[in-house]
Each structure stands twice: as structure tokens, then as C-alpha cells.
């Protein structure tokens, strides 16, 4: 079993920016790919941006150039670098863990608000 938390969500105007943490328990995280999904309300959860185990990277379209995600395995934590924030990234950020067929756990959400 997988614990995944998420912390750094907040209240910002548009153009600043926010770094998301997501801290996962155990010594199992180098295993996993990683993943960043976003959810507004009354939208389907979304992928922001994903990182594999051997740190390959891929964006949304909506936040290329803006967000950089990465990994720290030594320390069991996932980031999301969020800059140039848009009203249109509020959501419920969400860290997500997946090693295949075998296990996929999720984090409790933190709230992201970008005022205009």
C-alpha cells in the first residue's frame, strides 16, 4: 500500500505561481510512474503532466511551457512547478501513482485557485 500527499495548493493571482509536492510513503516510489491530474468542477478529471521512472516527461498541451514536473526518488516526492498560472488551472490537483496492471494509488487533492 501506497500513501500519497499532496501539499502546496493555494490561493494566487493570475501570472504567479505555485510548486505542488506530492509525498508518497514506503520505499517503493522509484517503481511508479508518476502523474499530476487536475479536476474543476463540473469537468472530468484531466492528466496535467506525467514523469516515468526513469524521468521521461509529458504535458497537456494546456500547461507546456508553463508547468515542469519532476521527481526526487531519494526523497519519495513528486513536484509540479506552476508558473504563469491562469484562472482557467483552477482545480483539484491530484498525485497519482502507477505501476501497471500490478497497483494504482491516488493522493487526497489540494485545491488550486487562480484569481483574474
Known amino acids: 500500500q501506497v500513501q500519497l500527499v499532496e501539499s502546496g495548493g493555494g490561493l494566487v493571482q493570475a501570472g504567479e505561481s505555485l510548486r505542488l509536492s506530492c509525498a508518497a510513503s514506503g520505499n517503493i516510489f522509484r517503481f511508479f510512474a508518476m502523474g499530476w491530474y487536475r479536476q474543476a468542477p463540473g469537468k472530468q478529471r484531466e492528466l496535467v503532466a506525467a514523469i516515468t521512472r526513469g524521468g521521461s516527461t509529458n504535458y497537456a498541451d494546456s500547461v507546456k511551457g508553463r508547468f515542469t514536473i519532476s521527481r526526487d526518488n531519494a526523497k519519495n516526492t513528486m513536484y509540479l512547478q506552476m508558473n504563469s498560472l491562469k484562472p482557467e488551472d483552477t482545480a483539484v490537483y491530484y498525485c497519482?501513482?502507477?505501476?501497471?496492471?500490478?497497483?494504482?494509488?491516488w493522493g487526497q487533492g489540494t485545491q488550486v485557485t487562480v484569481s483574474s
Open positions: 497519482n501513482a502507477d505501476s501497471g496492471p500490478i497497483a494504482n494509488y
